[in-house]
């Protein structure tokens, strides 16, 4: 301790030298801060209610420690040689963490985005610096064994930001994401290193047209079961193709990108529509480098991501998505960040949540509207106003403005009265909400059914087993599943895939064969946000842990009841006992490398498939 005082001396003269610094560099020193603090009568933090703020500016936090002093010489010459002048030195350093990449539209656009967000910064007094982190493309791997590597991207995500803003000694950042794994990266990397950021959304794509119709990714996989059955021809098959992905931004419903995007702005996360722009539009260069403005602003504040993530800011969020008609990918993704975040939240949250607020957008996959034509009417703002109005979601919580969700609000326009793509309160597509947490002896820590009302609210059936999502497809294609089936597909779990991979494919393919009403599938992997029809995902325990999905057998009657939100194999308890005793854990597919390493630390779906929790240390 004495020794830490004498460095002290060495900055500070005076304890009131050492006050007016705020102490923003001493974060990693919370029993000396504590004591400093004391001595001075300075309350460092105040976190009493969810919109609380700290006292202090967090100016040059974390960069002073960087390049101030002769001993940082060595440092500073690095920074000069890539653009820095003395006069930046004395400036915040604002990462920016760029997801571009060349490997999907989703992120195709985002080195520009990150540009616009740079310009904010420096604009307004700050030093921006760009940085990269990566993406996968969740579309194209569709289906492969390469998308086991899409979940475990998320948490390559946070890591490497959380990396690169540790290392580099960044004051805050712009986070900009585009494909559906990069937004909760993002956002768990912001609430572990809880420094000033926003994160900014990369944007919708356009849609395509074919016939005159809108078009997207989904159509395209929609389009192959249609194909399969012999709908479409070898023709009508490419002019999809051809014309579904016109350019840059994030597929166009509201799969798991835009609820993503829409979750956090919810969260007050990012700028208020920051969710509900074009990839490719003035208003989406603007919002960057707002961002980049309003990051000087949190630091100037002594705003930190976990003065605004509160279990009520998650609330938020989960009540946006179901009004949305989200992803079921978002139970997932809010508990993870949420686990981060340090704020406690469960999957029966979404249960209780979800039983007051209905469901109001007609936005694919299962309604008509695609985003973009969201974005034309007004976003989501008019639709967050509403639900703060009606008390379904909180407004009095903190946002990245610096200001309330319901302030941000104030001056938020109605959506046109003629418009049909958000339906008022009191005329709902669905009274409650359409994501569902479902237990029984299936599922005894549960699992996440996606239930729009339009495919029926039970299902019984005799169950058809597949170990994998490849084999699965065939069957569907080819004929083998029919009317009655419910399709289990297992072992693709967080452990035993390894990496939940998403049945978008197979699903795709039992809307395009036309059996959408006709057959269910339940699985322990996962959904894209594309996914519609009878389908239950996130089953846990998982198969590969010795889960009773992985004891099902074809024959075996199932049950899916939403109203009484169970997942039953209708088979004594007797017999499901006999055969978990006579069950062996399969071999692991990977025993080195990314997968294997994930599969090792992996929990549950049902507390968000994190990889730094309950770690052995």
Same mark, same amino acid.
């Given at each position: 301790?004495?020794?830490?005082f004498?460095?002290?001396?060495?900055?500070?003269?005076?304890?009131?030298?050492?006050?007016?610094?705020?102490f923003?560099?001493?974060?990693?020193?919370p029993?000396t801060?504590t004591?400093i603090?004391?001595?001075?009568?300075?309350?460092?933090?105040s976190?009493?209610?969810?919109?609380s703020?700290?006292?202090?500016?967090l100016?040059?936090?974390?960069?002073?420690?960087?390049?101030?002093?002769?001993?940082?010489?060595?440092?500073?010459?690095?920074l000069?040689?890539?653009?820095?002048?003395?006069?930046?030195?004395?400036?915040?350093?604002?990462?920016?963490?760029?997801?571009?990449?060349?490997?999907?539209?989703?992120?195709?656009?985002?080195?520009?985005?990150?540009?616009e967000?740079?310009?904010?910064v420096?604009?307004a007094?700050?030093?921006?610096v760009?940085?990269?982190?990566?993406?996968?493309?969740?579309?194209?791997?569709?289906g492969?064994?390469?998308?086991?590597?899409?979940?475990?991207?998320?948490?390559?995500?946070?890591?490497?930001?959380?990396?690169?803003?540790?290392?580099e000694?960044?004051?805050?950042?712009?986070?900009?994401?585009?494909?559906?794994?990069?937004?909760?990266?993002?956002?768990?990397?912001?609430?572990?290193?809880?420094?000033?950021?926003?994160?900014?959304?990369?944007?919708?794509?356009?849609?395509?047209?074919?016939?005159?119709?809108?078009?997207?990714?989904v159509?395209?996989?929609?389009?192959?079961?249609?194909?399969a059955?012999?709908?479409?021809?070898?023709?009508?098959?490419?002019?999809?193709?051809?014309?579904?992905i016109?350019?840059?931004?994030?597929?166009?419903?509201?799969y798991?990108?835009?609820?993503?995007a829409?979750a956090?702005?919810?969260? !007050?996360?990012? @700028?208020?529509?920051?969710?509900a722009? +074009?990839?490719?539009? *003035?208003? #989406?260069?603007?919002?960057? $480098?707002?961002?980049?403005?309003?990051?000087l602003?949190?630091?100037?504040?002594?705003?930190t991501?976990?003065?605004?993530?509160?279990?009520?800011?998650?609330?938020?969020?989960?009540?946006?998505?179901?009004?949305?008609?989200?992803?079921?990918?978002?139970?997932?993704?809010?508990?993870?960040?949420?686990?981060?975040?340090?704020?406690?939240?469960?999957i029966d949250?979404?249960?209780?949540?979800?039983?007051?607020?209905?469901?109001?957008?007609?936005?694919?996959?299962?309604?008509?509207f695609?985003?973009?034509?969201?974005?034309?009417i007004?976003?989501?703002?008019?639709?967050?106003?509403?639900?703060?109005?009606e008390?379904?979601?909180?407004?009095d919580?903190?946002?990245?403005? !610096?200001?309330? @969700?319901?302030?941000n609000?104030?001056? +938020?326009?109605p959506? *046109?009265? #003629?418009?049909?793509?958000? $339906?008022?309160?009191?005329?709902?597509?669905?009274?409650?909400?359409?994501?569902?947490?479902?237990?029984g002896?299936l599922?005894?820590?549960?699992?996440?059914?996606?239930?729009?009302?339009?495919?029926?609210?039970?299902?019984?059936?005799?169950?058809?087993?597949?170990?994998?999502?490849?084999?699965?497809?065939?069957?569907?294609?080819?004929?083998?599943?029919?009317?009655?089936?419910?399709?289990?597909i297992?072992?693709?779990?967080?452990?035993?895939?390894?990496?939940?991979?998403?049945?978008?494919?197979?699903?795709?393919?039992?809307?395009?064969?036309?059996?959408?009403?006709?057959v269910?599938?339940?699985?322990?992997?996962?959904?894209s946000?594309?996914?519609?029809?009878?389908?239950?995902?996130?089953?846990?325990?998982?198969?590969?842990v010795?889960?009773?999905?992985?004891?099902?057998?074809?024959?075996?009657a199932?049950?899916?009841?939403?109203?009484?939100?169970?997942?039953?194999?209708?088979?004594?308890?007797?017999?499901?006992?006999?055969?978990?005793k006579?069950?062996?854990?399969?071999?692991?597919?990977?025993?080195?490398?990314?997968?294997?390493?994930y599969?090792?630390?992996?929990?549950?779906?049902?507390l968000?498939?994190?990889?730094?929790?309950?770690?052995?240390?």
């Open positions: 301790v004495l020794s830490f004498f460095f002290l001396t060495v900055r500070y003269t005076t304890i009131e030298d050492l006050v007016s610094a705020d923003c560099w001493l974060d990693d020193y029993q801060l004591l603090g004391s001595l001075s009568g300075e309350r460092r933090v976190k009493t209610k969810k919109t703020v700290r006292p202090c500016s100016d040059r936090c974390h960069s002073c420690q960087l390049v101030e002093g002769a001993e940082r010489a060595p440092s500073r010459a690095m000069h040689a890539v653009g820095f002048t003395d006069k930046d030195f004395k400036k915040n350093q604002v990462g920016i963490a760029s997801t571009w990449s060349m490997v999907t539209p989703c992120n195709m656009h985002i080195d520009k985005l990150a540009r967000a740079a310009k904010g420096d604009n007094g700050g030093k921006a760009i940085f990269n982190t990566i993406t996968i493309s969740d579309g194209i791997s569709m492969t064994e390469g998308m086991k590597y899409s979940l475990v991207s998320r948490e390559v995500i946070a890591d490497s930001i959380e990396a690169v803003v540790g290392c000694g960044f004051d805050g950042f712009v986070a900009i994401g585009g494909c559906d794994k990069n937004m909760p990266g993002c956002m768990m990397a912001m609430a572990r290193l809880n420094r000033p950021s926003v994160f900014v959304y990369g944007g919708t794509i356009l849609p395509g047209k074919h016939k005159g119709k809108n078009v997207d990714i159509s395209v996989f929609e389009a192959v079961g249609a194909h059955r012999g709908d479409i021809d070898d023709r009508e098959l490419k002019q999809i193709e051809a014309t579904a016109p350019g840059a931004g994030s597929c166009g419903g509201m798991t990108a835009n609820t993503m829409s956090i702005e919810a969260l !007050g996360m990012s @700028l208020p529509n920051s969710s722009q +074009a990839a490719i539009s *003035p208003a #989406k260069r603007l919002d960057c $480098r707002n961002a980049g403005q309003a990051v602003n949190l630091i100037k504040r002594g705003i991501p976990r003065d605004i993530l509160s279990r009520e800011a998650f609330e938020n969020a989960i009540a946006l998505i179901m009004a949305l008609g989200g992803s079921t990918n978002a139970v997932m993704h809010l508990l993870a960040i949420a686990h981060s975040a340090k704020v406690p939240l469960h949250d979404f249960t209780r949540i979800g039983r007051k607020v209905p469901v109001l957008a007609d936005l694919k996959p299962s309604g008509r695609v985003m973009a034509e969201l974005v034309k007004g976003g989501t703002v008019p639709l967050m106003k509403t639900l703060v109005e008390g379904l979601m909180h407004g919580c903190l946002t990245v403005t !610096g200001k309330t @969700l319901k302030e609000l104030k001056g +938020a326009k959506y *046109p009265k #003629k418009q049909e793509i958000i $339906r008022p309160i009191n005329n709902p597509i669905k009274k409650d909400g359409h994501l569902v947490i479902l237990y002896n599922a005894t820590t549960g699992a996440v059914a996606k239930i729009s009302g339009k495919e029926g609210l039970r299902f019984t059936g005799r169950a058809r087993v597949f170990h994998s999502e490849e084999t699965a497809l065939k069957a569907i294609l080819d004929g083998t599943v029919v009317k009655g089936d419910v399709i289990v297992r072992y693709e779990g967080p452990r035993g895939g390894p990496g939940m991979r998403e049945m978008l494919a197979p699903t795709s393919a039992v809307m395009g064969k036309g059996l959408g009403k006709d269910a599938l339940i699985t322990d992997g996962r959904f946000g594309g996914s519609h029809g009878f389908v239950v995902g996130h089953i846990t325990p998982e198969a590969y010795g889960g009773p999905l992985a004891i099902v057998k074809d024959g075996d199932i049950t899916i009841d939403a109203e009484k939100r169970e997942l039953n194999l209708e088979v004594s308890a007797a017999e499901i006992k006999k055969r978990l006579a069950w062996k854990r399969p071999a692991p597919r990977y025993t080195d490398g990314l997968l294997a390493k599969a090792s630390h992996v929990t549950s779906a049902s968000g498939a994190v990889t730094d929790m309950n770690l052995d240390l």
